[in-house]
């Protein structure tokens, strides 16, 4: 009765994505298979498996490759897996594909290591995965996989590359993962928590078109050298407690968000401000103290001197909103700058920079002016003194 309601189940998944291919959905799996074929491990004999491929096969018992080291080229495709599924420890020194594959109980990937690229493009995980541990040495790529429960890849190492293109995440642990020099999450979709305590991005975090539901935590977590966080939509809780900002941050086009992004809390750079790009975005969705950042605008679209002039006063509005004091001056500055640079004033600009600090600190200022007027002029003074006295001597001489 349980292996006639399985292979039920089986033939409902394969003609639902067959269907949802037709339709364009990225999501949809490859499963055109004229027949599946029914196997076990136990028909796989050996610890080192060499150039292994499977496609179309269903496993009816447990997949049990712990432990194994699979030499070549390792294949499993458009295959289902019913039981529990362990290939933890396992090594894999050449290319492994599970693309189109299912698994539809307990996973477990922990502490496998792919010496090349380890690929589960549009593999569905339908209960508990466990990549923990787990170690590739150039690309993980998850393209548009779905994990459908918990997944975790706590301690997980992606040495070059983590491509989670498209990914669909139900609750997800990425805690001390070191998500390599290339970090991508575009077009993810967090629908539950998603938690990335301590992770690290070595230098590009990409989360454009991302969508959070519940919580992303990145509490204490590395970002990078540069992050895209581009039109990310956010109906849940971003948490960046102690987050190490990159050093450009693109916040282009976020409208989305049903709370506030808040940057009050990160840990900030104390030797460069962290270069920040707000075109097209809902300044008050964002709470930050601009003393740490310095406005850019990136070449990916294009923008007039007179929208730049906009979001400046709108965020100098922002600044002022929150009291950020240091803020509020140091924009306030680069932004009476601009507006003579774009006028063409720049007698006035060279006058209000120099002798007038664009209204600020002008005591200290006028002091400083009047100071180096008092030097020039007495230094003037002996000059004339000096050509004068020789003028003389010059005059007696002759007579």
């Known amino acids: 009765m349980r292996q006639c309601f399985f292979w039920a189940i089986v033939t409902m998944i394969v003609f639902a994505y067959k269907s949802g291919a037709s339709q364009a959905d990225p999501y949809s799996q490859d499963l055109n298979c004229k027949t599946f074929t029914r196997i076990s491990t136990t028909d796989i004999l050996g610890d080192s498996l060499e150039n292994f491929g499977i496609e179309c096969c269903v496993y009816s018992g447990e997949a049990n490759f712990k432990g194994r080291v699979f030499s070549g080229q390792s294949v499993f495709i458009k295959s289902l897996f019913n039981p529990k599924t362990d290939f933890s420890n396992s090594v894999f020194l050449g290319p492994v594909y599970f693309h189109d594959v299912n698994f539809f109980s307990r996973t477990d990937f922990s502490r496998i290591h792919a010496i090349k690229q380890g690929g589960f493009q549009r593999s569905r995980f339908v209960s508990v995965a466990n990549f923990s541990h787990a170690q590739f040495d150039t690309v993980g790529n998850f393209f548009y996989a779905r994990f459908d429960s918990l997944v975790t890849f706590a301690n997980a190492a992606f040495l070059i590359q983590a491509s989670f293109v498209g990914t669909r995440f139900h609750d997800v642990n990425f805690s001390n993962a070191d998500l390599g020099t290339r970090t991508y999450f575009l077009n993810a979709d967090f629908k539950g928590n998603a938690v990335f305590h301590k992770a690290k991005m070595d230098s590009i975090a990409v989360f454009k078109n991302a969508s959070i539901e519940q919580t992303l935590d990145l509490s204490d977590a590395t970002?990078?050298?540069?992050?895209?966080?581009?039109?990310?939509?956010?109906?849940?809780?971003?948490?960046?407690?102690?987050?190490?900002?990159?050093?450009?941050?693109?916040?282009?086009?976020?409208?989305?968000?049903?709370?506030?992004?808040?940057?009050?809390?990160?840990?900030?750079?104390?030797?460069?401000?962290?270069?920040?790009?707000?075109?097209?975005?809902?300044?008050?969705?964002?709470?930050?103290?601009?003393?740490?950042?310095?406005?850019?605008?990136?070449?990916?679209?294009?923008?007039?001197?007179?929208?730049?002039?906009?979001?400046?006063?709108?965020?100098?509005?922002?600044?002022?909103?929150?009291?950020?004091?240091?803020?509020?001056?140091?924009?306030?500055?680069?932004?009476?700058?601009?507006?003579?640079?774009?006028?063409?004033?720049?007698?006035?600009?060279?006058?209000?920079?120099?002798?007038?600090?664009?209204?600020?600190?002008?005591?200290?200022?006028?002091?400083?002016?009047?100071?180096?007027?008092?030097?020039?002029?007495?230094?003037?003074?002996?000059?004339?003194?000096?050509?004068?006295?020789?003028?003389?001597?010059?005059?007696?001489?002759?007579?």
Not at 250 to 258: P, R
Not at 260 to 277: E, G, S
Not at 311 to 339: A, S
Not at 375 to 383: C, H, N, P, R, T
Request: net charge neutral; glycine share 6%.
């Open 223 to 399: 970002l990078g050298q540069w992050a895209d966080w581009t039109h990310l939509k956010v109906n849940g809780n971003l948490v960046l407690n102690n987050t190490h900002l990159p050093d450009t941050l693109l916040l282009i086009g976020i409208k989305d968000v049903a709370g506030l992004i808040d940057f009050t809390t990160c840990a900030y750079n104390n030797k460069n401000n962290h270069r920040i790009d707000l075109f097209n975005s809902d300044l008050s969705k964002f709470k930050f103290d601009y003393s740490h950042f310095n406005l850019y605008f990136s070449e990916s679209y294009e923008i007039t001197d007179e929208e730049k002039i906009g979001l400046m006063e709108e965020l100098l509005q922002v600044q002022q909103n929150y009291g950020f004091v240091n803020g509020f001056k140091k924009l306030d500055i680069e932004y009476k700058e601009f507006n003579n640079l774009v006028e063409k004033k720049y007698i006035k600009n060279w006058f209000e920079k120099h002798w007038l600090g664009y209204g600020y600190n002008t005591l200290f200022l006028i002091l400083r002016n009047l100071m180096i007027i008092v030097i020039i002029g007495f230094g003037l003074w002996k000059v004339v003194g000096l050509i004068r006295r020789k003028s003389h001597r010059d005059t007696v001489s002759i007579s």
